[in-house]
Nanobody, 127 residues
Framework: QVQLVESGGGLVQAGGSLRLSCAASGRTFSSYAMGWFRQAPGKEREFVAATSRSGSRTVFADSVKGRFTISRDNAKNSVYLQMNSLKPEDTAVYYC????????????????????WGQGTQVTVSS
């Protein structure tokens, strides 16, 4: 198990940027693939981005490609989501998630694949 704590959310105008951080506890962070999901009011939680154990492989939802980047620093037990060119439709609670993997190339992209979740951080984009 790994404990996850997100930070960096807030209110930003459309076109602006935010950087979310997720700090993980434990000594085996580099064994986990990491993902970001989001949930808007009245909607299902949806996949945003994910990265492999080393960070060498990344996957993005079509809705954020070219605007968001995901990165990780295994020495700091942290994963980040850089969000640029934000739109009002990006407004949601953003969740960090972790999944223990044995393969260096696996990048899980579905909610069911992740078994460790943070408490979420609110991102609000005003028009």
């Amino acid at each position: 198990q790994v404990q996850l704590v997100e930070s960096g959310g807030g209110l930003v105008q459309a076109g602006g940027s935010l950087r979310l951080s997720c700090a993980a506890s434990g000594r085996t962070f580099s064994s986990y693939a990491m993902g970001w999901f989001r949930q808007a009011p009245g909607k299902e939680r949806e996949f945003v981005a994910a990265t492999s154990r080393s960070g060498s492989r990344t996957v993005f939802a079509d809705s954020v490609k070219g605007r968001f980047t995901i990165s990780r620093d295994n020495a700091k037990n942290s994963v980040y989501l850089q969000m640029n060119s934000l739109k009002p439709e990006d407004t949601a609670v953003y969740y960090c998630a972790a999944h223990l993997v044995f393969s260096a190339i696996v990048v899980p992209t579905t909610k069911a694949q992740y078994d460790n979740w943070g408490q979420g951080t609110q991102v609000t984009v005003s028009s």
